[in-house]
C-alpha cells in the first residue's frame, strides 16, 4: 500500500470556522490530489499540486485554498467553513509514470 | 470538459453469477485513461482495472474484464464469479494524458452481491 495519510480521520465544527485537513506521503511523489465525494456527484477534484509550492484549481475550488512547503505535506484550508462543505475529503498521490492515483483513507468532515 | 456518466446508482447479482456496470464518457481527447475503482464500506479506494485508450485489446484483471468501445466512448466493467467481498461502490473515471492527470469521476453504482 502506498504511505498516505490524512489528519484528522473525523472533524465536527462549526460554521464560519477554520479547518485543515493534512495529507502526508512517504513515496517522494511529485503529483498530490485533493477530492471531495458527495452522494450522487462521485469524487471531485478541489485542488491539486505538481510540486513544492506548485498548485492548480480543480473542478470545485471556490472556499478552500492549499499549501506545499514541502514534498510530503499537502495541506487543504476552508478558511470559514459552511455546510455545503460537509463532505468526505481524500487525498492522492500519482504514481510516477501517472497510471494510477493512490488515495488515503479519508476524512468525513461534518460542519453544523 | 470531460464528463462521466454511471447510468445505474444500484445493482445487485447473486453469488458466483455475472454483472457487468455501464460507463460512458464524453471527451474530445485521443489519448487517456480509464478506470474503475472500487470503494467497500471501508470507503478506501482501491484501482479495479485500467484501460489505455490507444490499446485496443480490453483489459482484464483475474475476474475483472472491461469492454472498451472507444467509438461509443462506452466502458463497461464485467465482474464474473461473483464474491460476497465485491459489494462496493464502484466508480469509473477518466484521466487525460496530460494537464495534471486529473481524474474524472463518475457518481458511482453501489453493487451489492447476495448469497
Known amino acids: 500500500d502506498a504511505g498516505i495519510t490524512q489528519s484528522p480521520r473525523h472533524k465536527v465544527t462549526e460554521t464560519g470556522t477554520p479547518v485543515t485537513l493534512r495529507c502526508h506521503q512517504t513515496?517522494?511523489?511529485?503529483?498530490m490530489y485533493w477530492y471531495r465525494q458527495d452522494p450522487g456527484h462521485g469524487l471531485r477534484l478541489i485542488h491539486y499540486?505538481?510540486?513544492?509550492?506548485?498548485?492548480d484549481k480543480g473542478e470545485v475550488s471556490d472556499g478552500y485554498s492549499v499549501s506545499r512547503s514541502k514534498t510530503e505535506d499537502f495541506l487543504l484550508t476552508l478558511e470559514s467553513a459552511t455546510s455545503s462543505q460537509t463532505s468526505v475529503y481524500f487525498c492522492?498521490?500519482?504514481?510516477?509514470?501517472?497510471?494510477?492515483?493512490?488515495f488515503g483513507p479519508g476524512t468525513r468532515l461534518t460542519v453544523t | 470538459a470531460q464528463t462521466v456518466t454511471q447510468s445505474q446508482p444500484e445493482m445487485s447479482v447473486q453469488e458466483a453469477e455475472t454483472v457487468t456496470l455501464s460507463c460512458t464518457y464524453d471527451?474530445?481527447?485521443?489519448?487517456?485513461?480509464l478506470f474503475w475503482y472500487k470503494q467497500p464500506p471501508s470507503r478506501q479506494m482501491i484501482l479495479v482495472i485500467r484501460?489505455?485508450?490507444?490499446?485496443?485489446q480490453n483489459a482484464t484483471e483475474n475476474r475483472f474484464s472491461v469492454n472498451f468501445q472507444k467509438a461509443a466512448k462506452s466502458f463497461s466493467l464485467k465482474i464474473s464469479d461473483s464474491q460476497l467481498g465485491d459489494t462496493a461502490m464502484y466508480f469509473c473515471?477518466?484521466?487525460?494524458?496530460?494537464?495534471?492527470?486529473?481524474?474524472?469521476f463518475g457518481a458511482g453504482t453501489i453493487l451489492r452481491v447476495k448469497s
Open positions: 473515471a477518466f484521466m487525460k494524458h496530460v494537464d495534471g492527470n486529473k481524474l474524472v
Open positions: 513515496e517522494n511523489h511529485r503529483y
Open positions: 484501460q489505455e485508450a490507444y490499446k485496443q
Open positions: 471527451t474530445s481527447e485521443n489519448n487517456y485513461y
Open positions: 492522492a498521490i500519482a504514481s510516477p509514470n501517472f497510471y494510477e492515483q493512490y
Open positions: 499540486s505538481y510540486g513544492v509550492k506548485d498548485t
